[in-house]
């Protein structure tokens, strides 16, 4: 199929562009192709520490069984992570975080797995051993923080995902302060991309995470997520979001929500963002499966939900 092409406006960044809107080939030479309205990213944490399933998959075999389930339930493709990122998490060191994914990635390659597979992780090293491995893609929370990152992405000609994070895991939710935080969180994205693009990313390979939940407050985040039709114009790359089990759904819904019930509610917003994303990174596969199911036979012709562009 083709990409879908429209012109839109690049607000307060660029000028007018042709930008495809519904269908992204990321990855030209491996065949990887993103589309709206989303596909689900099944979450692999291979920590102790992470904010809901820490330790759960920390043995190579209950990776695996996991991330089985998780493509068996619909996960198109599947995130592996070696680092906390929750709130107040500690830097892992370079050894092992690639002790923990690599094995990993590799043993889903070996036991069939063949949807991409990103590696969620700062480092370079990191990444450079586990695209080794198997991996397809990259998940950069910082951005291109490392700089050996985005000259590592341009040797390998993978896609990468750029996100928006305000500070660093240890201090992103002391406090944190936007004048405007729509246009200060789209300005970081476009400086992050033209460092990438200097580096020699192609610009094909990007996708773009507001970082909902990194270094934002309730208020920050509900304002980012109703501005993603304007990112989509902004920008015309493939959104990934993550807002599964994220702690500011208790304050959306006003009231206290332990993580482990915050399923339900997660796949509300996934019904409601989809038609404005390409990838949502989930916790639980098959609820978030069934929630955009049930938002395709319910909607119209139009991709997405009441927040999807017109």
Known sequence: MDPVVAHVKHDGIGNEREAQV??????????????????????????????????????????????????????AWLDV???????????????????????VIA?????????PISVDTTKASVAE?????????????????????FPLLAAQGCPVVLMHMQGDPRTMQVAPHYH????????????RMEQAL???????????????????????????????????????????????RKSFISGLLGRGVPVGERDAASHV???????????????DVIGARDALALARALGDDRQGGPYASA
């Open 22 to 75: 519904c269908r992204w080939v990321i990855d030209p030479v491996r065949g990887l192709v993103v589309s709206r309205p989303a596909a689900l990213m099944g979450i692999l944490n291979v920590t102790p520490d992470s904010f809901s399933d820490g330790g759960r998959h920390l043995a190579v075999a209950a990776a695996v069984a996991a991330g089985l389930a998780m493509v068996a339930a619909g996960a």
């Open 81 to 103: 992570g070696g680092e906390s990122s929750r709130p107040g998490a500690q830097e892992v060191s370079l050894a092992d975080e690639c002790a923990r994914v690599v094995p």
């Open 107 to 115: 043993a889903l390659r070996a036991a069939g797995i063949t949807v």
């Open 129 to 149: 051993a586990a695209l080794r491995a198997g991996a397809s893609a990259v998940n950069d929370i910082s951005a291109g923080g490392d700089p050996a990152m």
């Open 180 to 191: 405007a935080v729509v246009a200060e969180v789209c300005a970081v994205l476009a400086r």
């Open 198 to 244: 200097a580096a020699g990313v192609s610009e094909d390979a990007i996708l773009l995470d507001p970082g909902i939940g990194f270094g934002k407050t309730l208020e920050h985040n509900r304002v980012l997520l109703r501005a993603l039709p304007h990112l989509n114009a902004t920008f015309g790359r493939p959104l990934l979001l993550g807002v599964s």
């Open 269 to 283: 917003l996934h019904a409601l963002i989809a038609g404005e994303c390409a990838l949502l990174r989930v916790h």
